[in-house]
Structures are given as structure tokens and as C-alpha cells.
């Protein structure tokens, strides 16, 4: 009796397979949310859906109670020169369908979005991280303060207008028995730059440059 081996899916079959179930999720979610999504679009083989500010909990809410039931974390995009200059990201996994979805939102420094700690309290930390980091608010967010900057820190360090040395430099003080703040002064040393290639000879003499020129 011979074994009947089972049959081996390509790779391409299975990525065409892929493609056209993220294209069946992405026809039930417009079709369930409506005008709460603004666009939705399938690239290198991943499904993003944005959706309007306005409906952001109501969107996530459908996608949790349609499979979507892990979130894996939320964070943000700078984009300065927009009006609104965030985009707002969650990825969400459908585990029983092996599926994922990006689920994006746009968001300025003022107005707040609602908290996603009601549909799932795993984001808690990722909005607090959010808001240190890019200074978003969270409506209705339980604890919405810094967690990776220290109190009293001045700005938003993941903003694309954020200085890279920051604006202030922290040390002890002896005499005051505290850590305080100080603007950063940079030296004048840290200021010049040699960008010379390092292939290339330098036009001045460099320390042990004299050991060549020793008879």
C-alpha cells in the first residue's frame, strides 16, 4: 500500500493566500466601520487602516470583538510639517486567523485622542511612552504621566524638532546635595568637525606626526 503524501503549498501560493485574506479583512472592516475609515491599504504583504480621530475607539473596538483580541503595541510618527503632525499606530494580532493589522489615526499636541486602555488595558504603558515621548494627550487615560524621562523634563525627545543633545544637562551638586538642571553648554571643541576621509592625509600635523620626521 502506498503512502499518499500530503501536498506542499509554495511559497507563492501561500503569500497569494495571504494577500487575499487581507484583502477580505480589509472589505470587512470598511464595511463594518464605514466612514470611520479613511483609507485602507495593503502593502508588502500588510494591511494598515486609518481611521478618523473621531471614531478611533469605535474602529478599535470592532477590531477587538472581530478576532483582533492581542494588542502588540501603539506608538507614534512625527511629521512636522503637517497640521496634525502625528500619525497615531496600533498593531493588532488576530491570533485564531494568524492575521495583523497597523491601525493608524492622526493627532496634533493639543487636542486628545481617547484612551485605548478601555478596549485594552495592555496599552496603558505604550500611550504614557507616547505622550513622554512626542507630548500626544490620551482622553480618559488613568495615569497619563512621563515614564521614561525624568519629572520636570522640558520637551519630547522623539520629535523630529527635538534638539539631539536636548535642552538641558543633568549633574549632582555637592554643594547643594541635588541633582540639578542646567542648560547644555557645548565646547567649542565639540563644535568642529574634520570631515576629512579617513583615507586621506590631514592638512595639519597630528600628534606623533614628528617620530616620521626624525633623521
Not at 501560493?13 to 484583502?23: E, G, I, K, W
Not at 503637517?82 to 485564531?96: S, T, W
Not at 505604550?126 to 482622553?139: A, H, Q
Amino acid at each position: 500500500m502506498t503512502d499518499v503524501q500530503p501536498a506542499v503549498e509554495s511559497p507563492a501560493s501561500h503569500a497569494s493566500a495571504h494577500r487575499a485574506q487581507l484583502q477580505a479583512l480589509s472589505e470587512k472592516i470598511q464595511a463594518g466601520l464605514g466612514s470611520a475609515v479613511l483609507s485602507s491599504a495593503i502593502r508588502y504583504d500588510e494591511l494598515t487602516v486609518t481611521l478618523d480621530s473621531a471614531q478611533w475607539i469605535e474602529g478599535l473596538s470592532f477590531l477587538r470583538d472581530n478576532g483582533f483580541v492581542s494588542f502588540i503595541d501603539l506608538t507614534a510618527v512625527d511629521w512636522p510639517a503637517r497640521e496634525k503632525r502625528f500619525d497615531v499606530v496600533a498593531h493588532l494580532l488576530d491570533p485564531q486567523a494568524n492575521l495583523r493589522v497597523r491601525v493608524k489615526t492622526d493627532a496634533d499636541d493639543i487636542t486628545p485622542i481617547p484612551s485605548a486602555v478601555g478596549v485594552w488595558p495592555a496599552a496603558n504603558w505604550y500611550e504614557r511612552e507616547t505622550y513622554d515621548m512626542y507630548g500626544v494627550l490620551f482622553s480618559g487615560h488613568p495615569d497619563l504621566r512621563r515614564m521614561l524621562t525624568d519629572y520636570g523634563f522640558d520637551g519630547h525627545p522623539l520629535r523630529k524638532d527635538f534638539p539631539l543633545t536636548g535642552y538641558v544637562e543633568v549633574r549632582y551638586d555637592d554643594a547643594q546635595k541635588r541633582v540639578v538642571y542646567e542648560p547644555v553648554k557645548l565646547s567649542q571643541e565639540f563644535r568642529s568637525f574634520d570631515f576629512l576621509s579617513p583615507w586621506e592625509a590631514a592638512k595639519y600635523d597630528l600628534p606623533g606626526d614628528e617620530k616620521a620626521t626624525k633623521g
